[in-house]
């Protein structure tokens, strides 16, 4: 089906009268990521400060989050091949390259998951001190948005499945502009947090 | 504009709101219609405000009267007023929610979500939001928040107790007030769901107001009610996360074990607790980040909303709009950067004491500019006396008297006397509590036509503002001078304080006051739900303004404007141009017809 | 009409009602506010913020009084016209009129602040406490000023919050200190000679407290895992109540200690007296 067909939601207006300025999916994952950044940011400024405190005695952390690393870097790098293949016309390895994207950010999360319980193993607990309780918080609070921004790809790509969707424009290319722009922001992020907490 | 159905498709998809297809359930209490979602704040908002009334009740009760016996209260609420004589963590979970109702539950949901909700699509020239389904679920997370904050006062200890800025190691530490117990857990819910619920608001009003203005509607020709609302929305969005990011950490140090705002050694009730190396510092400097800009989240619609009824019982321009914008953009930026000045006396660096007193004082230049150039708005004008305007003339004597105010807390010096004083109750009263209250209720009575095509009763307005405005003023004047008197806030009592003997009598007066204000209030309460069903009938623009809201039918169709979106050609102020007989020009009137002259 | 029962009188009435209301709230504002209302001064440094606030009083009251004024005027005034006299003001009236209230409040707001507040300000933070300043260490707990005095040897014995007993050792001192051994531990009484500099170093054992002297002009936090010091010259003898001006639970409202400004020997011997009392 069209999606032209989909009748308006007020039933008298006029089709074409609309002035929407800007793309609004794309506009409200930027101003989500904006608070996003401010989210973080605070996190920031309480770690800095807390830092600074004799108390602080920096964990070990696990070796597993390279790995982990490397799965969300892959993922973005296999989105962006989606894309551009989406741009080009090639819709089959469009939707590999962005399911992938989307499977790789599960083995993020899993390898997030063998983090955590890596360190409980080794009897760091959250309130061991206060580089795991940051650790624990920052990548609890960064992986809530991954589980965020999987639902956004798995839904990306449950809408881009249907062969005869043209993924080069309209709807389908917005909302793969979007979840792009989330999801490399995530991965940005994660390095972000990364290096936060192993190298301060 | 061959993809725009497209755009409206997906939202269809998500929204789904085919007005003329849905039941009763789907158009007024799942509704994705921004005015059905903005009246569904207002209501709520105004439940809440019942509610945040009643306990200042109780509050002015004990500070008036502090040793009486009230009997008959006594029988109503046995668990904080045993016997009829208030318990102490009582009259501390009351100054707590009352704070934190008035603040977050009562201005924020009528003022800004609900007003914001009700006008921001209405004056650009939207049929709604920009994520319809969004918003729908913004009032439904604000209403669970406010249920878990009403919650809080029926568990264990009771609703939280450590202020409406929950200090740490008070509002962490269970043993230390008994409202630190699951009271304060339930607030700390309640303020995250809060903040999920403003932000999706938020940005429904940055979106809406940045995209989907009408045709000929450039950001000049805004009204600056709309202006107002997309800066406190920016506030909102850049403000809130913080807080979370606090929040989050407060519940960790009160659940997990964590030390991120408990230092070593605390020694609560005798006993030695296991945190180490944290800051309580740390939890002020996040909050206030929030904190400030909270304030001018809610007081810059009110200035707006002021600004935009004036010109309405004036018959003219409001005076130097472009300025009004400008300035609103400078308070909103300088507000980012001055929470500092909260914490005077903490301990903080003497240095950052000079700066935030120095950056904090620049608001007032801003400020000063926007009342002088409101109060210009009324110079040369045909002043029309209606409640509406009343109440608009007030805003802008109580944001001078706040302000002044400000004056004295900005300087960190004068703080060093005033700090956590009566004086600093007092002033933020007048301006978070006055001036958006004010606003509130001019904002009401003026857009009451439109959102329910009946007009509230003009006599008993003015009743109301008389007995608002009056009792209003000298409650929180008074208290500015008993703060020059030393008088601590969040005290339950003053009885034992010789220094404090002489303000008796003035709490006296001031608890008088304060119960006829809250008394007048039923004039309102009444008047609103007359109106609703026997008031008269409104025209589609009853007071004969310029704004788009105001060429479309009262109360509005789904869709907001029938068959074709409105374009429009001039500012929202064309009041009086010379040589026509009307003497206002609604937005879209064409610059044939009428001339456009600014 | 139904307005008309409650107003029977013509408009001009209305404008002379409500034009005449925000004349009289400047009036009456600022009557009211022209009485003395600060509890009476007992320190040095206070005069410096009592100086800030008199200025802040009489140049506030000034902008209070002339904005009521010309709030009243103008309604009177508008509410009266059959039609409008002023339309739009050029662009450079708004101009020239912003400017002039920009200059003018940072004349009044920071002008004063610069001129007045920073001074007393820095001095009072800034200063080097004086060698010879006596060393008072008050301790805030739920809801008690423990005082500590160093005794003769001029130093504190340690402490440790593992020592602390509410009943036996409020704030934990170690007892095996030798430093400890002439210390002076009060509670809710402070005694200090007049007109010599006193230095408080402030310490709280459990929640956020602050020591606050309404009639010395003194007010600081006392954060726990913080040791600020304040200090202040007292200049008049008597005895003065310390609040806590920082929520801190439930008996917060009777936090209450006592300030004793002495003469040097009557200090001296109150000293004694307690001295041998602990």
């Known amino acids: 089906m069209t999606r032209q067909s989909v009748s308006l939601p007020w039933p008298h207006a006029a089709d074409t009268e609309s002035v929407q300025r800007h793309d609004l999916v794309q506009l409200g994952v930027w101003m989500f990521l904006a608070t996003v950044v401010m989210l973080f940011a605070a996190f920031t400024s309480a770690y800095i400060i807390r830092r600074s405190a004799s108390d602080w005695t920096p964990i070990e952390l696990p070796w597993m989050l390279w790995m982990s690393t490397a799965a969300l870097v892959a993922s973005s790098v296999a989105f962006e091949r989606g894309r551009f293949a989406s741009k080009r016309g090639q819709a089959a390895s469009a939707r590999y390259g962005i399911s992938a994207a989307a499977g790789l950010g599960l083995i993020f999360l899993a390898g997030q998951v063998v983090a955590w319980r890596d360190l409980v193993a080794r009897g760091v607990y959250v309130p061991t001190s206060p580089h795991s309780s940051f650790f624990f918080i920052l990548t609890a609070t960064h992986g809530v948005h991954v589980v965020a921004g999987l639902v956004l790809l798995i839904y990306t790509v449950t809408r881009i499945w249907d062969v005869g969707v043209p993924l080069d424009r309209g709807a389908p290319a917005r909302l793969i502009a979007a979840s792009a722009t989330f999801w490399h922001f995530l991965a940005v992020l994660w390095l972000y947090v990364f290096v936060l907490v192993s190298v301060f | 504009m061959a993809h725009i159905p497209v755009e409206g498709a997906f939202e269809a998809e998500a929204g789904a709101h085919v007005a003329d297809q849905v039941g009763f359930v789907r158009r007024y209490i799942f509704s994705t219609d921004h005015k059905v979602i903005g009246i569904q704040y207002i209501l709520t908002g105004l439940f809440m405000a019942v509610v945040g009334t009643l306990l200042a009740v ?35 979970a009351l100054v707590t929610m009352h704070g934190t109702i008035m603040v977050f539950f009562f201005i924020s949901y009528v003022l800004v979500s609900g007003f914001g909700n009700y006008l921001i699509p209405l004056q650009v020239g939207a049929r709604d939001m920009a994520y319809p389904f969004l918003n729908m679920l913004s009032y439904w997370v604000a209403l669970l928040s406010a249920l878990v904050m009403l919650a809080s006062f029926f568990v264990t200890g009771g609703a939280a107790a450590a202020g409406w800025t929950s200090y740490p190691p008070l509002s962490a530490v269970p043993s230390a007030v008994p409202g630190s117990g699951w009271g304060q857990t339930l607030w700390i819910l309640s303020m995250a769901l809060f903040i999920a619920s403003f932000t999706m608001s938020s940005l429904n009003f940055v979106a809406t107001i940045f995209s989907l203005r009408a045709r000929g509607m450039s950001m000049m020709r805004m009204s600056l009610t709309v202006w107002s609302f997309f800066i406190s929305a920016i506030l909102g969005l850049l403000a809130f996360p913080p807080l979370t990011a606090a929040a989050v950490m407060l519940l960790f140090d009160r659940h997990f074990g964590t030390s991120f705002f408990l230092p070593s050694g605390l020694v609560v009730a005798n006993q030695l607790l296991p945190h180490q190396g944290g800051s309580p510092l740390l939890w002020q400097l996040l909050f206030w980040f929030l904190g400030h800009p909270e304030v001018y989240v809610l007081i810059l619609p009110a200035l707006g909303i002021a600004c935009d009824i004036l010109p309405a019982f004036t018959r003219k321009p409001v005076f130097g709009y472009r300025i009004q914008v400008y300035c609103l953009i400078a308070v909103g930026v300088l507000s980012m950067v001055v929470w500092g000045h909260h914490m005077f006396v903490s301990g903080m660096s003497p240095f950052s004491g000079e700066y935030f007193t120095l950056a904090t004082l620049l608001i007032t230049i801003p400020m000063t500019i926007f009342g002088v150039n409101m109060m210009g708005s009324l110079w040369g004008g045909k002043l029309r006396l209606t409640t509406a305007m009343l109440f608009t003339l007030g805003v802008i004597a109580f ?29 933020f009263h007048f301006m978070i509590g006055g001036v958006t209250l004010l606003a509130t209720f001019a904002a009401l009575y003026f857009w009451f036509p439109k959102m329910f095509g009946r007009s509230m009763n003009e006599s008993w307005g003015k009743v109301h503002f008389w007995l608002t405005f009056i009792p209003f003023f000298t409650v929180f004047f008074m208290q500015h001078f008993l703060g020059l008197q030393g008088m601590p806030r969040r005290y339950y009592a003053f009885t034992s304080y010789e220094f404090l003997q002489r303000t008796m009598g003035q709490n006296v007066v001031i608890s008088v006051a304060a119960l006829t204000l809250m008394g007048a209030q039923l004039i309102f309460l009444a008047n609103f739900c007359w109106s609703l069903a026997r008031g008269r009938r409104a025209e589609a623009n009853p007071w004969r303004a310029t704004t788009l809201e105001w060429t479309v039918d009262s109360p509005p169709p789904h869709g907001n404007f029938g068959h074709a979106l409105p374009v429009v050609h001039r500012w929202p102020y064309e009041y009086s141009v010379e040589g026509f007989d009307a003497d206002y020009t609604p937005q879209t009137v064409s610059p044939r017809e009428v001339p456009v002259t600014a | 009409m139904a307005m008309r029962r409650i107003f029977p009188l013509k408009l001009p009435v209305e404008a002379l009602l409500v034009g ?23 320190s040095r440094h206070g005069a410096g913020i009592d100086a800030m606030l008199t200025y802040l009083l009489v140049a506030v009251g000034a902008l209070f009084l002339v904005g009521h004024v010309a709030l009243g005027v103008l309604i009177w005034r508008a509410a009266r016209q059959p039609r409008i006299t002023h339309r739009l003001a050029t662009r450079k009236t708004e101009w020239v009129l912003s400017a002039a209230l920009g200059l003018l409040m940072a004349l009044v707001a920071e002008g004063g602040v610069l001129a007045i507040g920073i001074p007393v300000w820095s001095e009072y933070f800034g200063a080097v406490p004086p060698r010879h300043a006596l060393l008072v260490e008050v301790t805030a707990q739920q809801f008690v000023w423990n005082v500590r005095y160093p005794g003769d040897d001029g130093v504190f014995g340690r402490t440790d919050a593992r020592l602390i007993d509410d009943a036996s050792n409020p704030i934990g001192t170690d007892r095996d200190d030798p430093a400890a051994a002439d210390d002076v531990v009060l509670q809710n009484e402070i005694a200090v000679p007049v007109g010599q500099p006193v230095t408080v170093r402030l310490r709280s054992k459990d929640v956020i407290h602050s020591f606050f002297l309404p009639h010395l002009r003194v007010k600081q936090d006392a954060v726990p895992g913080m040791t600020p010091e304040i200090v202040f010259v007292p200049t008049r003898k008597g005895t003065f109540e310390i609040a806590c001006a920082e929520l801190c639970g439930l008996a917060h409202y009777r936090m209450q200690g006592f300030l004793h400004v002495l003469s040097e020997d009557e200090f001296r011997l109150w000293l004694q007296e307690h001295s041998s009392g602990s």
């Open chain 2, 58 to 92: 109780l509050i002015r009760l004990q500070l008036g009267w502090p040793a009486h016996q009230w009997t008959l209260v006594g029988k109503l609420l046995p668990a904080g007023m045993a016997g009829g004589i208030m318990t102490p963590e009582f009259y501390l």
């Open chain 3, 20 to 42: 005449g209301l925000f004349l009289l709230t400047g009036f009456l504002g600022v009557g009211y506010g022209a009485r003395i209302w600060l509890p009476p001064l007992a």
């Open chain 2, 399 to 427: 944001f001078g008297t706040g302000g002044f105010g400000g004056l004295f807390l900005g300087n960190a010096t004068a703080d060093m006397q005033l700090h956590d004083t009566y004086f600093v109750v007092g002033h």
